[in-house]
Nanobody
Framework: QSQLLESGGGSVQAGGSLRLSCAASGFTFSTYCMGWFRQAPGKEREGVASILAGGSIYYADSVKGRFTISRDNVKNTLSLQMNSLKPEDTATYYC???????????????????WGQGTQVTVSS
């Protein structure tokens, strides 16, 4: 059973930085596409960044140049470095994987099936 556990959220002022981490278990991490999604209050969940098993990376236009996604296939962890944060980045951030039994969302060339429970990021102006 695929499991994802996010950490690293918090509250920062605009212009600040945060680093999110996701610990994965229950599947062969290195062979699956991984990604980050976010959902702000009253809005739909949206893809933020994805990284394919082969290393190709996609970013939502809203975070290009500010966020960096990376993966460690030895430690089975996914990270999201977020710089120059803006109030509009405030949301619950979810780690996601294409591993899993049921359908989900498409982003960055990947069909995501499993999400973690999320970590809150709050950016104040």
């Amino acid at each position: 059973q695929s499991q994802l556990l996010e950490s690293g959220g918090g509250s920062v002022q605009a212009g600040g930085s945060l680093r999110l981490s996701c610990a994965a278990s229950g599947f062969t991490f290195s062979t699956y596409c991984m990604g980050w999604f976010r959902q702000a209050p009253g809005k739909e969940r949206e893809g933020v960044a994805s990284i394919l098993a082969g290393g190709s990376i996609y970013y939502a236009d809203s975070v290009k140049g500010r966020f960096t996604i990376s993966r460690d296939n030895v430690k089975n962890t996914l990270s999201l470095q977020m710089n120059s944060l803006k109030p509009e980045d405030t949301a619950t951030y979810y780690c996601a994987t294409t591993s899993g039994p049921v359908g989900g969302s498409v982003f960055g060339g990947c069909y995501f099936r499993t999400w973690g429970q999320g970590t809150q990021v709050t950016v104040s102006s």
